[in-house]
């Protein structure tokens, strides 16, 4: 199942985006979970931005709202809200978002979509918020410190038809990993084009023939055609479960359940949200069970407790009962030991002479 966006995803979503949004005003921010963040936007109509780690999109799927706004929130409302997005691109073909916004300031919301994600918010290229600092062998990403892009990769939609033969010719792997890593295209990407040429995608990249260097060249242009015009987005499942969610028609899923969208946003807003939302929910009921599996601990140790002090109670009773209904005995065989003492006689002697013995089966025992 498809947990994050593809380099070739956030390229189709982030145009989409751009054009739906672009001058829209941010309103309000809330953190829904501990990493999605939604931004309350307004232009001609209310729009909601949904921002994680692994995804973004204009979302029509109502998330729970806290009912305190959290210290990363309010950090960036104090920046933000106010402001208007004035453009969204994709960094260099690579699963990065960047949201150039003005209003207070000029900023960028950078939305780190590879690795375990992250969402970092600009000024003069500085970090002044983000969710979560990390630290790489190339980059620190930290509050107080100029931002650094990750190492850049190739971008195919540049490429030119010399460039691209020789990156085949000078490649040591398979052409599906040529395909996959040296052109930026990921793994489905790639075998979709060994498919499309009817090359097998484990043959070296270097010992394809003319022809079917011709076959992979032209099904990668036309990729690439598709990836900046064609659209028509469409989640996959398998067995009735939704495993993918891709921005056009692919031969890899010829054979799959697909549902088809207006546009690769509802696709994505319908693939991630659901997903999130279930997670969430399936957190929140974890926390929920963990909760009340505390409390009935903690009833049951409580439960104990109480029955061992209503047995303590009830032999403390006896106890009293039976202290009372000797009263007499007791006080005149206090009244004898003072004597006694007075008399110099040690405790020893005392007991001995008196030969106190158990009241019932309490011992008494008198200091004086």
């Excluded at 505390?294 to 061992?308: A, F, G, S």
């Amino acid at each position: 199942m498809k947990a994050a966006l593809t380099s070739v995803d956030v390229c189709v979503l982030a145009e989409e985006l751009d054009k739906k949004l672009k001058n829209s005003r941010i309103e309000n921010i809330h953190q829904v979970s501990d990493e999605e963040f939604v931004f309350g936007l307004y232009k001609k109509e209310k729009i909601e931005l949904a921002a994680a780690p692994n995804f973004a999109c204009i979302t029509n799927y109502k998330r729970s709202i806290p009912r305190e706004a959290t210290n990363l929130v309010m950090q960036l409302r104090k920046h933000l809200r106010g402001c208007f997005i004035r453009k969204i691109i994709q960094h260099d073909f690579d699963r990065v978002i960047e949201i150039e916004i003005s209003g207070k300031g000029d900023y960028t919301l950078i939305i780190e979509l590879f690795s375990k994600g992250n969402l970092i918010l600009l000024r003069n290229e500085k970090i002044i918020w983000i969710l979560k600092s990390q630290k790489w062998r190339d980059r620190t990403l930290r509050p107080g410190m100029a931002y650094e892009y990750p190492p850049a990769v190739l971008n195919p939609l540049t490429i030119g038809d010399k460039d691209f033969l020789k990156i085949i010719k000078n490649s040591g792997k398979s052409i599906v990993k040529t395909l996959a890593m040296d052109f930026s295209l990921g793994g489905l990407y790639a075998e979709e084009l060994c498919l499309d040429a009817k090359i097998e995608k484990e043959k070296n990249a270097n010992e394809l023939t003319e022809k079917e260097l011709a076959a992979v060249q032209n099904s990668f242009f036309n990729l690439i055609k598709k990836i900046k015009s064609e659209s028509i987005p469409q989640i996959i499942f398998e067995n009735k479960r939704q495993v993918d969610v891709i921005p056009f028609e692919l031969q890899f899923y010829k054979n799959s359940e697909s549902k088809k969208f207006d546009s690769f946003n509802e696709a994505v807003d319908e693939y991630f949200s659901n997903v999130e939302i279930a997670r969430v929910d399936e957190t929140a009921e974890t926390s929920k069970s963990k909760a009340i599996e505390r409390l009935e601990k903690q009833l049951e140790i409580q439960r104990k407790t109480l029955e061992e002090l209503k047995e303590k109670s009830a032999e403390y009773r006896s106890a009293g009962d039976t202290i009372y209904q000797n009263m007499h005995k007791i006080q005149t065989t206090i009244d004898e030991i003072k004597k006694l003492r007075q008399e110099g006689l040690t405790d020893s002697e005392i007991r001995e002479k008196l030969k106190l013995k158990s009241l019932d089966k309490y011992e008494l025992v008198v200091e004086i």
